[in-house]
């Protein structure tokens, strides 16, 4: 499975654009990029998920340059909602998720 | 929306105790699953099950550790005699189906506290 690497935290002001970075160099031909959010004390939700360019849904868009080495998750217009853990995971779907360490999202007043 | 239900939410027993944790997956998913997360760290893979046999386990899913599809509905992780080391959330998620069109949703867990 390719290893992901995210930034371990960042914080954020209500109403702020939040762009969070993965990286998956070693990304395979047939894997997917897909994030998940967990809020505390409730199991990981799916949010998006593309294999390549751009997905926008309503929750979230999903920005996937052309190499595949890397993905953003875009966050439009953060509420204090929005605080939470985001996940990255990549693989062709036939296999278990593998949860990382995720990146801890707190958005501020 | 139709959710992935865990019952109970918490659950205390005493070292050596025999656990099961209760899911009711989605009506008309296929695929099961389990995870479990220690406080403070990562969501783990500890099963899968389908077509009533387990697909795939991880390590940390040893002899101790059971999974069942009793009836239609329900699907239960049994922990056979509990060690300090198994207090987590333990999470129960289901699948249509196996791929990437088919996301996984997870139910709010069980807190598992062995004393």
């Known amino acids: 499975l390719a290893k992901t690497t995210q930034p371990i935290s960042m914080d954020s002001y209500e109403g702020q654009e939040v762009n969070i970075t993965c990286s998956h160099n070693?990304?395979?031909?047939?894997?997917?990029i897909t994030w998940y959010q967990q809020f505390p004390s409730q199991g990981p939700r799916f949010i998006i998920q593309?294999?390549?360019t751009k997905v926008t849904n309503e929750v979230a868009s999903l920005f996937i340059p052309a190499d595949r080495k890397s993905s953003t998750l875009s966050l439009p217009r953060v509420s204090l909602s929005d605080t939470a853990v985001y996940y990255c995971?990549?693989?062709?779907?036939?296999?278990?998720?593998?949860f990382g360490k995720g990146t801890r999202l707190s958005v501020i007043a | 929306e139709p959710e992935v239900t865990q019952t109970p939410s918490h659950q205390v027993t005493q070292m050596g105790q025999e656990v099961i944790l209760r899911c009711v997956p989605i009506?008309?998913?296929?695929?099961f699953y389990w995870y479990r997360q220690i406080l403070g760290q990562k969501v783990e893979f500890l099963v899968s099950?389908?077509?009533?046999?387990?697909?795939?386990k991880s390590e940390i899913f040893d002899d101790q550790f059971s999974v069942e599809r009793p009836d239609g509905s329900n699907f239960t992780l049994k922990i056979r005699s509990t060690k300090l080391e198994d207090s987590a959330m333990y999470f129960c998620a289901s699948s249509e189906r196996q791929g990437v069109d088919s996301p996984l949703h997870f139910g709010n867990g069980t807190r598992l506290t062995v004393t």
């Open positions: 593309g294999y390549k």
């Open positions: 099950f389908y077509n009533n046999e387990i697909s795939e």
């Open positions: 009506s008309n998913h296929l695929y």
């Open positions: 995971l990549v693989g062709p779907g036939n296999t278990p998720l593998v």
């Open positions: 070693n990304i395979a031909t047939n894997d997917y």
